[in-house]
């Protein structure tokens, strides 16, 4: 067992922070890898990257939103429980470079994968300017966590709540417009990713992006996690996660990504009603 | 009628097996087992013969009409142990060897009539021992303080970790999922070969002194080199053929295409069938089709038709005499409702606007000139095209060799298709203390030939860490 020892909740309890004992993956993460973790005998294996590692300690973090039935039977173990198995480091890990100045634009939960790398970016000694995005203020999370990692900050919430009113892109093409960027790196809701990488684009700016197609073994094995990139089927787990952002075919991710909707959205109802019911 | 004419004449002892109308849409092991009677009555058939044929077709020279001798005189405990000393997963061998080619394919009552029933009398005398057995286990030398770590527990790697433990070392087994036991686990359904006797089989070697350590990717978790820093002495892969193959067709990532190994990992190893009981789903398809013809594709047809389908199509590009699967599973594929459309092949996927697949175009093939194979070459004929109507299809055309471990291992020599060089008499590689064997050195093949490269590589271990490299 993978014990959990410490747990935070973020964004009204939409957001679950776990930090894990698991000495071995811990030793061997780099920014950007993911796990595979399996609650139990019954569970699913569900992909969450790293957020954090601390190999002296033996532990590794991850933050992950509750969307369905995996995810709520996570946010239900208290510290003290654990994951039956928990597989990594698993991926390849960010390319982290020294090249000038680097914009990391992280959307919803996008952020907990966006911080190692922006925090990576800025150790190698590049100029870092982080935009993180939520629907509202009540959703942000890792607000001081990214002020730390970077250079600059720039906060932006859908409906004003907090920081400056609109969408991440907007702020994206402030900046672009400010000053050279040399390189972006833009995760979180596939729209997002997609019309980030459009505006990169069109500035000439080399973007990854951080695809979360559905997998099964994550290890090259079953397929499941195929995408389209420059016109070539490339598997995520392995060739992946991240991506050239301007190669990917999002409305191809996007349509995967629907292909058990209906099953997930049965799952969790069952779930709630037996979790409601005792 | 001397006794020999009498054996001759008597028929072969049918497997009592689920009705096809039942079994199709049920999860449970097809034949249910020779009954103690039967058992006897089958091997009391066996000639005994002086110089016998089976032994010769049988990867691991089974002493055949030995074990067949003691089941005939109802010693059932001591017929396992037979087994046991030259094949360690009867129970597993019993169910899914090809005995047809094999050891049942020389028996020489199988010149005239039908050969005698080794596979099933095998599996009786396993499954015996599970459920009556004492439990005893078999003998193991002294420690000799020397480290071994299998990579993989497919059936390769559970034979070298069974003959080194028996032989004194200290054995780990590092496996990538978060269960053990290969293809066994993840590939072949539960109708087939149920997971509890697999279970069975990775416990008894734990009783035995084996550390099996899931979750621990090779390559990833830990690397051949950490390994041996950490104080291993010798290294055996067997991580087995996993890379999935696709046709590259135009429409290959619609909603509703995928490759064998997901559809059956979801099926077997995460137990979709029993979704939503639990967490992990698999698409139930109305029409299926499923394209290959070997086992795996087998396997797929008869997985679809117990989660419910309307219809399961079998589409391969060659001719029914050149289908790969055993002929077993052909026939029970076919009892149970699943159709061959022979010397056909997909030449593209067609889906609709929220890009979930709905039927595929197929192209006529006739058989020209024999291949590289020795098979006859199939050639398209023109303007052949048709559709078929599917929501569900299974790429189930060969696998490949997965290069997560290799390609980040140093020193280790790969052919052109990305399997590992090792010497055929022993499983050496060209990395120092490292062997292999299994389907990652001959591509996908059988379990058998897997156990049996682990056996040599297991003994050429032995050798070097008694004597050296
Ligand atoms: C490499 C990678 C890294 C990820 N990192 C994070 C992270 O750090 N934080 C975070 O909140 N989320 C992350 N995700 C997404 C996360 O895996 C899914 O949200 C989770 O699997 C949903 O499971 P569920 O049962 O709760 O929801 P479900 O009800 O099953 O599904 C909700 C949605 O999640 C997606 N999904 C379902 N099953 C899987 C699966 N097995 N693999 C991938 N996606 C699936 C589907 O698109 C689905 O529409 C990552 C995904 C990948 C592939
Ligand atoms: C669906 C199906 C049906 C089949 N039916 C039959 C049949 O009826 N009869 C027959 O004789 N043969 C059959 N076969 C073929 C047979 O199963 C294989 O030839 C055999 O299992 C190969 O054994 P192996 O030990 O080499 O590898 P595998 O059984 O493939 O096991 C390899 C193991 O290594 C693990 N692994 C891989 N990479 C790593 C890593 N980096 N670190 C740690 N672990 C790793 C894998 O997860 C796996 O568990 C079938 C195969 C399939 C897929
Ligand atoms: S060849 Fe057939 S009859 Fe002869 S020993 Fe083997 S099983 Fe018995
Ligand atoms: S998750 Fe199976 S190949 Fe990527």
């Given amino acids: 067992m993978f014990k959990i020892i410490r747990r935070e909740e973020m964004s009204q309890g939409n957001v679950i922070l776990n930090e894990i004992e698991a000495p071995k993956i811990a030793a061997k993460a780099k920014p950007g890898q993911f796990v595979i973790l399996k609650a139990n005998e019954e569970g699913e294996r569900i992909p969450l990257t790293m957020a954090d590692t601390d190999p002296a300690k033996g532990t590794i973090t991850i933050i992950y939103m509750v969307v369905g039935k995996s995810t709520a039977l996570f946010k239900s173990l208290k510290v003290g429980d654990g994951f039956q198995d928990v597989i990594g480091p698993l991926g390849k890990p960010t390319h982290i470079e020294k090249v000038g100045t680097v914009v990391c634009v992280g959307g919803g939960t996008g952020v907990a994968v966006l911080y190692p790398i922006t925090r990576a970016m800025k150790q190698a000694g590049n100029r870092v300017v982080a935009i993180i995005g939520s629907r509202s203020k009540d959703l942000l999370i890792m607000e001081d966590m990214m002020r730390a990692a970077s250079d600059e900050l720039i906060v932006c919430t859908d409906d004003g709540s907090y920081g400056h009113h609109g969408f991440v892109t907007d702020q994206l093409k402030v900046v672009m417009e400010r000053e050279k960027v040399d390189q972006a790196v833009c995760i979180g809701p596939v729209p997002m990713m997609k019309f980030c990488s459009k505006l990169t684009k069109e500035y000439d700016v080399p973007t990854l992006v951080s695809l979360n197609p559905i997998m099964v073994d994550g290890t090259g094995m079953c397929g499941g996690c195929r995408v389209t990139v420059g016109g070539q089927t490339k598997f995520g787990c392995v060739d992946g996660p991240e991506f050239d952002g301007h190669q990917v075919d999002y409305d191809e991710l996007m349509m995967r990504l629907q292909a058990y909707c209906e099953d997930e959205k049965r799952c969790y109802e069952r779930f709630r009603t037996l979790h409601a019911a005792g | 009628m001397t006794e020999k004419e009498k054996k001759k004449k008597a028929a072969r002892t049918p497997m009592p097996e689920q009705a096809p109308e039942v079994r199709r849409r049920n999860f449970l092991e097809v034949p249910t087992g020779y009954t103690e009677e039967m058992a006897v009555a089958e091997a009391q058939r066996c000639l005994q013969c002086k110089n016998p044929g089976c032994v010769k077709g049988c990867p691991v020279n089974v002493d055949i009409p030995g074990f067949i001798k003691l089941i005939a005189e109802r010693n059932f405990t001591e017929a396992i142990r037979h087994i046991w000393s030259t094949n360690s997963l009867p129970a597993v061998c019993g169910r899914v060897c090809p005995q047809e080619n094999q050891c049942e394919g020389l028996c020489v009552l199988g010149k005239k009539g039908d050969p005698v029933a080794i596979g099933n009398l095998e599996r009786f005398a396993a499954d015996w021992e599970r459920e009556h057995g004492t439990g005893a286990l078999p003998p193991k030398q002294p420690s000799t303080g020397k480290r071994v770590a299998v990579v993989g527990s497919g059936p390769s790697g559970l034979t070298v970790a069974g003959?080194?433990?028996?032989?004194?070392?200290?054995?780990?087994?590092?496996?990538?999922?978060?269960?053990?036991?290969?293809?066994?686990?993840?590939?072949?359904?539960?109708?087939?070969?149920?997971?509890?006797?697999?279970?069975?089989?990775?416990?008894?070697?734990?009783?035995?002194?084996?550390?099996?350590?899931?979750?621990?990717?090779?390559?990833?978790?830990?690397?051949?080199?950490?390994?041996?820093?950490?104080?291993?002495?010798?290294?055996?892969?067997?991580?087995?053929?996993?890379?999935?193959?696709?046709?590259?067709?135009?429409?290959?990532?619609?909603?509703?295409?995928?490759?064998?190994?997901?559809?059956?990992?979801?099926?077997?190893?995460?137990?979709?069938?029993?979704?939503?009981?639990?967490?992990?789903?698999?698409?139930?398809?109305?029409?299926?089709?499923?394209?290959?013809?070997?086992?795996?594709?087998?396997?797929?047809?008869?997985?679809?038709?117990?989660?419910?389908?309307?219809?399961?199509?079998?589409?391969?590009?060659?001719?029914?005499?050149?289908?790969?699967?055993?002929?077993?599973?052909?026939?029970?594929?076919?009892?149970?409702?699943?159709?061959?459309?022979?010397?056909?092949?997909?030449?593209?996927?067609?889906?609709?606007?929220?890009?979930?697949?709905?039927?595929?175009?197929?192209?006529?093939?006739?058989?020209?000139?024999?291949?590289?194979?020795?098979?006859?070459?199939?050639?398209?004929?023109?303007?052949?095209?048709?559709?078929?109507?599917?929501?569900?299809?299974?790429?189930?055309?060969?696998?490949?060799?997965?290069?997560?471990?290799?390609?980040?291992?140093?020193?280790?020599?790969?052919?052109?298709?990305?399997?590992?060089?090792?010497?055929?008499?022993?499983?050496?590689?060209?990395k120092k203390g490292v062997w292999a064997g299994g389907d990652i050195v001959t591509g996908a093949a059988t379990v058998i030939l897997a156990m049996g490269a682990g056996r040599k590589a297991a003994d050429s271990i032995h050798k070097y860490l008694t004597f050296g490299w």
């Fill in chain 2, 163 to 430: 003959d080194l433990i028996a032989k004194g070392h200290d054995v780990t087994v590092f496996e990538a999922f978060h269960k053990a036991g290969g293809v066994l686990v993840y590939g072949i359904p539960e109708f087939r070969l149920p997971k509890a006797i697999v279970a069975n089989e990775v416990n008894f070697l734990e009783r035995l002194g084996v550390k099996v350590e899931c979750n621990a990717v090779v390559g990833r978790t830990v690397s051949l080199d950490e390994l041996f820093e950490e104080g291993y002495d010798a290294i055996y892969l067997g991580v087995g053929a996993g890379l999935p193959r696709f046709m590259n067709i135009p429409g290959e990532n619609l909603i509703g295409i995928l490759s064998a190994n997901e559809y059956l990992t979801r099926a077997n190893l995460m137990k979709a069938y029993k979704f939503p009981e639990v967490d992990t789903p698999i698409p139930h398809g109305k029409n299926v089709v499923v394209l290959g013809a070997g086992n795996v594709a087998m396997d797929s047809a008869r997985t679809a038709m117990r989660l419910g389908a309307d219809s399961v199509r079998i589409v391969y590009r060659r001719s029914r005499a050149e289908m790969p699967a055993r002929a077993a599973e052909i026939h029970h594929a076919e009892e149970e409702g699943i159709e061959f459309f022979l010397l056909t092949t997909p030449t593209r996927y067609l889906g609709n606007e929220k890009g979930r697949l709905t039927g595929m175009e197929c192209l006529k093939m006739e058989l020209g000139e024999p291949d590289a194979s020795g098979r006859r070459r199939p050639v398209p004929i023109d303007g052949s095209e048709f559709q078929i109507e599917c929501d569900l299809c299974i790429v189930a055309v060969g696998s490949g060799a997965n290069p997560l471990l290799t390609s980040s291992t140093e020193g280790l020599k790969l052919n052109k298709w990305g399997y590992i060089i090792a010497d055929e008499e022993t499983g050496k590689t060209t």
